[in-house]
Nanobody
């Protein structure tokens, strides 16, 4: 099993920045890639960004050029740097990992709230 713990959410004004962190523990060898999803009230959960181990990061169209995903394998931590935040970025952000065996996004953190005020 894999455990994911997010931190770093909060309230920020439009145009500001936040950095989210996701600490990973457990059977890390069983997952790839890792990523961030978000869910706004009344909307479906959407992929923000995903990073495979040693591969190219993928970003959702709405965050390209503003968000940057990185991982520190030595610390088993993934980061999401969010710049030029907009009110429409307001959502609960979830750290997630895909299982190597069945290729489903089966490991999820508890979520962290990001609120962007206008």
């Amino acid at each position: 099993q894999v455990q994911l713990v997010e931190s770093g959410g909060g309230l920020v004004q439009a145009g500001g920045s936040l950095r989210l962190s996701c600490a990973v523990s457990g059977s890390i060898f069983s997952i790839n890639p890792m990523g961030w999803y978000r869910q706004a009230p009344g909307k479906q959960r959407e992929l923000v960004a995903a990073i495979p181990n040693g591969g190219t990061t993928t970003y959702g169209d709405s965050v390209k050029g503003r968000f940057a995903l990185s991982r520190d394998n030595a610390k088993n931590t993934m980061y999401l740097q969010m710049n030029s935040l907009k009110p429409e970025d307001t959502a609960v952000y979830y750290c997630a990992a895909r299982s190597r065996s069945d290729r489903t996004w089966s490991a999820w953190g508890q979520g962290t709230q990001v609120t962007v005020s206008s």
